[in-house]
């Protein structure tokens, strides 16, 4: 399957995955790439330049096709401009496939410098957008790519709410660059749909995290299959940070606080980083921030990446087919 954006990263598939704290680890990455799919890197794991220098050398070692780098350039989270700019120092070095920005705009930080020395090393850079303003800014600042991250998305979508189905479309017909769809993609119907509506692919990450490769506790494989399209939630818009996750106890106290005036303060131990490994590790989906989107209720089974990707681009290019007869 070509589009602009497997001819731009060498790619056999046009799937990439999201970036994913805690979960997208140098494994589950390779896998993604050596299936025929864009792996992901997850930056924020790595809190010094040896380890993330490490982690990116473990992905070359357990692969030989490209894969992309998340940062998520949130500084006003407390993440230190030193730690971004090691980062971007080391993936300049590394001369990593692409880089995926999330938050502030690359060329909004350090007036567009690390926008420039990641250019001129060659590496490809990708903005995740909820609107196309944001879309355009990225595509003029020289951005080579951009996702459209739709409401249905899973982690942090933009507070304007814009699904999918209408973001895809209206970033395509503004934008020259290429627009891959994210939010609420998990099957050959998505990738179909995204490809019909003017996408070039599209970005999953919920449903890699029910694959064999991702490294979480059984529990939470059998957790996403239970749970449905509607066991989700935003939150987060009374401390100025939409985010979408699975509704469960933790994230049920904190629609309570915000909805009596509660601040950040009383928001923050029940969606910590800390109850991550409770989460992924122990299977404990009840406390803490499940960070999953609405694709959850697309979720049926565990698959090897291999297998998912593969059955996505086949079901895709059948359904394609099917239809063109269908119509015509
Ligand atoms: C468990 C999890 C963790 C995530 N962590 C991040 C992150 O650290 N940075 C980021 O930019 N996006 C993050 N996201 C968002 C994804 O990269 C992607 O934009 C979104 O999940 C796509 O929607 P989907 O999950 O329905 O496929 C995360 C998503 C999930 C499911």
């Known amino acids: 399957m070509n589009t602009r954006l497997t001819e ?21 990455c ?17 809190e010094d330049r ?19 780098v998340n940062v998520t350039l949130l500084p006003s989270i407390g993440v230190s401009d030193d730690r971004y700019a090691m980062y971007f120092d080391t993936l300049t070095d590394e001369r990593v496939a692409a880089v995926e920005i999330s938050g502030t705009p690359l060329h909004r930080y350090q007036n567009g410098f690390y926008l420039k020395k990641l250019k001129d090393a060659g590496v490809k850079l990708f903005h995740k957008v909820g609107s196309v303003r944001h879309g355009k800014s990225a595509e003029k600042a020289g951005y080579d790519a951009v996702f459209a991250a739709g409401v249905e998305e ?34 050959g119907r998505g990738l179909a ?37 509607n066991e989700t939630v935003l939150y987060g818009n009374s401390i100025g940070l939409q985010g979408r996750a699975l509704l469960n106890e933790s994230i049920r106290e904190v629609l309570k606080i915000e909805e009596r005036g509660g601040g950040l303060e009383e928001i923050i131990p029940h969606i910590a980083g800390a109850l991550g490994d409770e989460i992924w590790q122990k299977g404990d989906v009840e406390r803490g921030l499940v960070a999953v989107g609405q694709s959850i209720g697309l979720i049926h089974n565990v698959l090897t990446c291999k297998e998912l990707l593969d059955g996505i681009v086949q079901d895709a290019e059948a359904i394609l087919k099917s239809n063109l007869r269908r119509f015509s």
């Not at 704290?21 to 589950?28: D, I, N």
């Open 8 to 28: 731009m990263m060498g790619i056999n598939y046009p799937i990439v995955c999201g970036g994913m704290m805690r979960l997208a680890y140098p494994p589950l």
């Open 30 to 46: 390779a896998a993604i790439s050596n299936a025929g799919g864009l792996g992901n890197l997850t930056a924020a794991m790595y």
């Open 50 to 68: 040896e380890s993330f220098r490490g982690a990116i050398q473990e992905t070359r070692r357990l692969t030989d096709k490209p894969f992309i």
């Open 154 to 187: 899973g982690g942090h979508p933009l507070n304007e709410n814009v699904a999918t189905t209408v973001l895809t479309p209206r970033m395509a017909e503004e934008l020259s660059i290429p627009v891959i769809t994210t939010g609420g993609m998990a099957d």
């Open 193 to 229: 749909a995204a490809l019909c509506l003017g996408a070039e692919g599209v970005m999953m990450a919920s449903r890699f995290i029910n694959t064999r490769e991702c490294a979480v506790h059984e529990k939470v494989h059998e957790e996403l299959i239970r749970r449905q399209e």
